[in-house]
């Protein structure tokens, strides 16, 4: 199944190039008191609300995808976790090229482990990507994104699949420079999620999923997660070693070689196999 939010915060499932609107079923949800849970009430009900989401699509409104304005499919991810370096290649280009590293050690991720970006970065493919510093480098970094469905802690690998709501497309934008990494890439706009939500069954093996990436056409990236230096399961056991894991917490789980900069006026799309494309321009930041 593939569901999306759109618009004003609507539930959709997507078929084809249509949406259904099925808003209705977030009716269901357990009404909540202050103070609001640390994690998303939609992928937390999940698997109870789909039957009647599929129950919804028979007479629901639908729009043409061309129609709408899509947000990122997890409203309210409790944290953003990233992994840096996960692909062997982009690790050597990250040592070789002074303008990422900025000489800052660069080290394997089982070393320097996971980081945090925060949630006022995300956005869907419907807004652009703003550069809040375009007299810096910004750069563009496809990455695969693993959407936690339920609660674990100390998640063995081979249980960790099972912990696994679905998977999306994304972007983890970044400034380069001398400060740490969840502060360069944590800036408004700099996480790109969508164009929505592929529930894990119909990712049979998200251990062989194939992407690029393209600026203005031209390819910059091309990977597939085959390619990890920590696979999901190691990535989902590693983090959940160090954090609690909740319903709707977002794992970015690495990007590969070909990372470059971005400028205004760029438009950049990602397709990522089994899930979908996500296309957004580049602007500039405007300043208050």
Avoid at 5 to 27: E, H, K, W
Avoid at 115 to 140: C, M, T, W, Y
Avoid at 185 to 202: H, M, N
């Amino acid at each position: 199944m593939r569901i999306c939010r759109f618009d004003n915060n609507q539930l959709g499932v997507v078929q084809g190039n249509d949406i259904y609107d099925v808003s209705a079923a977030l009716a269901l949800l357990p009404e909540q008191a202050y103070p609001f849970p640390g994690h998303d009430l939609l992928i937390a009900n999940l698997e109870s609300l789909r039957p009647r989401l599929m129950q919804l699509m028979e007479n629901a409104p639908k729009k043409a995808l061309t129609d709408v304005q899509l947000l990122a499919p997890v409203a309210n991810p409790g944290k953003i976790i990233a992994a840096p370096v996960n692909y062997l290649k982009h690790l050597e280009e990250a040592r070789a090229d002074k303008e990422i590293h900025h000489a800052n050690q660069i080290g394997e991720i089982q070393r320097v482990g996971l980081f945090l970006k925060a949630n006022s970065s995300l956005i869907g493919v419907s807004q652009p990507v703003e550069l809040a510093h375009p007299e810096r480098r910004n750069d563009h970094e496809a990455e695969v994104v693993v959407v936690i469905g339920k609660t674990g802690r100390n998640i063995a690998a081979k249980d960790a699949l099972q912990y696994v709501a679905g998977y999306c497309a994304g972007l983890d934008m970044t400034t380069r420079g001398p400060e740490e990494r969840s502060m360069r890439k944590s800036i408004d706009t700099y996480t790109v999620l969508g164009p929505w939500l592929v529930t894990a069954d119909e990712i049979p093996d998200p251990g062989s999923l194939a992407f690029r990436l393209t600026v203005n056409g031209e390819e910059r990236q091309n990977a597939n997660t085959k390619d990890l230096v920590i696979d999901i399961p190691h990535l989902i056991e590693f983090a959940s070693s160090f954090y609690t894991l909740n319903p709707g917490d977002l794992i970015f789980t690495g990007t590969p070689e070909g990372v470059g900069p971005v400028e205004p006026g760029d438009r950049i799309e990602m397709e990522l196999e089994g899930v979908g494309t996500i296309a957004v321009n580049v602007t500039t930041m405007e300043t208050v």
